[in-house]
């Protein structure tokens, strides 16, 4: 899987995994990071997620990354404000009050060009990556973000009954990427409705990851 497969995904408007709506595991466990009101949350692999929506209404400064630049296009537009873009190295950064979001390859962000960050949104990144990738954006999401607090929402299921992503993650892997700098909490777990693909069974998890 190659940057070619998501830009192709979002040209064909081949999105089924963007929600109308802001994920409810979202709103019923958010407020267990416990940020201060203006708090930076970075939202790795945004996309134009309604999440980032209830972010900003509910006081948060966000910052994002995101591969695809027309994501980030109809992002702004859906938000009705026009960003201020400059080029950053390979990367562009789309600003505007409250939000910006980088565009290019999460890899070449760096924590000097994000700034510091009080907490991380993880809805959609870890589980889109293939396996081989996910060690290596544990690590790089973590020394970014220098071990901010985490809301991290995972698949577990069967990986042969369908094709990826999102990928199943299952609690010995989230262990495994990010037991040895974390406190890891499960906060929720429940049978996804309907599955993926109409594959069940499907558990959807929601994990806390606090700093030793």
Known sequence: MDADFWHRKWEAND????????????VR??????????ARVFVPLCGKSRDLNWLLGHGYELA???LSRLAVEQLFAELGVTPEITEIGPLERFAAEGITIFVGDIFD????????????????ALVALPEPMRTRYAAHLAHLT??????LIT????QSLTVGPPFAVDEH???RHYGAAYHVALLEKHPLKGGLRGKEPVAEEVWKLERR
């Open 15 to 26: 999105i089924a995994f963007h929600e109308s709506e802001a994920h409810p595991l979202l």
């Open 29 to 38: 466990h958010f407020g267990s990071l416990g940020l201060r009101p203006g």
């Open 64 to 66: 994002g990354a995101e």
């Open 109 to 124: 962000l760096t924590h000097e060009v994000l700034g510091p960050v009080d907490a991380v949104y993880d809805r959609a």
């Open 173 to 175: 892997e989230v262990r």
């Open 155 to 158: 698949f577990d299921y069967d």
């Open 146 to 151: 220098r071990h901010a607090r985490q809301l």
